[in-house]
């Protein structure tokens, strides 16, 4: 049997993500009814307080004031019933009417459900990967015109992850800032998020790859003292020698600068850290990029088992970038781990824990 017309089930996959379905459930009721007022065209059911039954009821209800109507069914993974009266629904839906059932996860277990995704228009809504989501937010800055830097974009995204809802709430905050005139820097950016004036996270990664182990320093401190968590650091860290393990890889195998932006998932707002991380892996043998994530793997376990956050991460940047010398390199890499500038890192990390910070 083929696709029947009029219905529609916006559903998660591996998961869900609510405002993309929202957007869905918008565009398609749009489609059926129109986008002026809803009044009497488009009603909305809650499935843990209805039943298939009832919401069939609905649906081949008419109406003497809307000739096309929208039905829509949020939590639609609770209604109540088999759902044994959706079959007949499917093949004869009525005219005018669109169906639309939004629910977190269809369980094809269920026969309604088998049913259901096999006759209706599936529409799946998860979270966006990676470089998938930079285009996204690329694109709707683009689109709402809003004067942000390459940089301030990168933070937005490295800030507030895959959350759409939350990404958009913060893009609309950003376009009442950037009223004042003048495009938004990565600071600027930050700063609206909410982290004070702590640097943007990405910048520690930028001086971890380059093996700038002072200012890593510096920069950890500070996010540290604006409340990020530790392990988010770590994770930046992590990602940084990934970056340039994989940026050493790509240039020896004579790739282009589209296959590597695409394999380092540096698209959109990303691409112009190209140049600089590039440059940053010359500074790294494979074998000191092996010793720098065995230091951030052994941090990881110490943080992990009650260790102190602070002197486990300082103690991780100064021996995964071989000192406390700029740049790494064979200069470095005979630094005493009881150096001067490391003490007094461990000393600040515990005088912070004696104090409860």
């Known amino acids: 049997m083929g696709k029947a017309a009029g219905v529609y089930a916006v559903v998660g996959g591996k998961a869900f993500e609510p405002y993309a379905a929202e957007q869905a459930v918008e565009r398609i009721v749009a489609a059926a009814v129109g986008e002026g007022p809803a009044h009497d065209a488009v009603e909305v059911l809650r499935g843990d307080e209805t039943s298939w039954g009832r919401v069939v009821e609905v649906a081949r209800t008419g109406s003497l004031f809307a000739p096309r109507?929208?039905?829509?069914?949020?939590?639609?993974?609770?209604?109540?019933?088999?759902?044994?009266?959706?079959?007949?629904?499917?093949?004869?839906?009525?005219?005018?009417?669109?169906?639309?059932?939004?629910?977190?996860?269809?369980?094809?277990?269920?026969?309604?459900?088998?049913?259901?995704?096999?006759?209706?228009?599936?529409?799946?809504?998860?979270?966006?990967?990676?470089?998938?989501?930079?285009?996204?937010?690329?694109?709707?800055?683009?689109?709402?015109?809003?004067?942000?830097?390459?940089?301030?974009?990168?933070?937005?995204?490295?800030?507030?992850?895959?959350?759409?809802?939350?990404?958009?709430?913060?893009?609309?905050?950003?376009?009442?800032?950037?009223?004042?005139?003048?495009?938004?820097?990565?600071?600027?950016?930050?700063?609206?998020?909410?982290?004070?004036?702590?640097?943007?996270?990405?910048?520690?990664?930028?001086?971890?790859?380059?093996?700038?182990?002072?200012?890593?320093?510096?920069?950890?401190?500070?996010?540290?003292?604006?409340?990020?968590?530790?392990?988010?650091?770590?994770?930046?860290?992590?990602?940084?020698?990934?970056?340039?393990?994989?940026?050493?890889?790509?240039?020896?195998?004579?790739?282009?600068?589209?296959?590597?932006?695409?394999?380092?998932?540096?698209?959109?707002?990303f691409a112009f850290k190209l140049p600089s991380l590039l440059e940053a892996a010359d500074g790294w043998s494979d074998g000191e990029l092996g010793l720098a994530m065995a230091a951030l793997e052994r941090a990881d376990a110490r943080i992990k088992s009650g260790s102190e956050p602070r002197s486990s991460l300082a103690t991780a940047v100064v021996e995964a970038c071989g000192g406390l010398s700029e740049g790494g390199g064979s200069g470095g890499r005979g630094a005493s781990p009881s150096s001067t500038s490391e003490r007094g890192i461990h000393s600040r990390a515990s005088a912070r824990s004696r104090t409860g910070r």
């Open 69 to 269: 109507r929208a039905v829509v069914v949020r939590g639609a993974d609770a209604l109540k019933g088999e759902g044994s009266e959706m079959a007949a629904y499917l093949d004869d839906p009525p005219p005018g009417v669109t169906l639309v059932l939004v629910a977190a996860k269809a369980d094809k277990r269920k026969a309604v459900w088998k049913t259901v995704t096999d006759r209706a228009t599936v529409e799946v809504v998860e979270p966006m990967k990676e470089a998938q989501l930079r285009r996204h937010v690329a694109e709707e800055v683009r689109r709402r015109k809003l004067p942000i830097s390459q940089d301030g974009i990168a933070e937005l995204v490295e800030h507030i992850g895959p959350d759409l809802r939350r990404l958009m709430g913060e893009l609309e905050k950003l376009e009442a800032f950037a009223a004042g005139g003048g495009t938004l820097t990565a600071e600027q950016v930050s700063a609206v998020l909410g982290k004070g004036r702590a640097q943007p996270l990405y910048r520690l990664g930028d001086a971890f790859a380059a093996r700038k182990a002072g200012e890593t320093l510096a920069l950890m401190e500070d996010l540290l003292d604006e409340g990020e968590e530790a392990l988010r650091l770590l994770g930046t860290l992590h990602r940084a020698v990934r970056q340039v393990r994989g940026a050493l890889g790509l240039r020896a195998a004579r790739a282009s600068r589209d296959q590597m932006l695409s394999a380092l998932k540096l698209n959109g707002p």
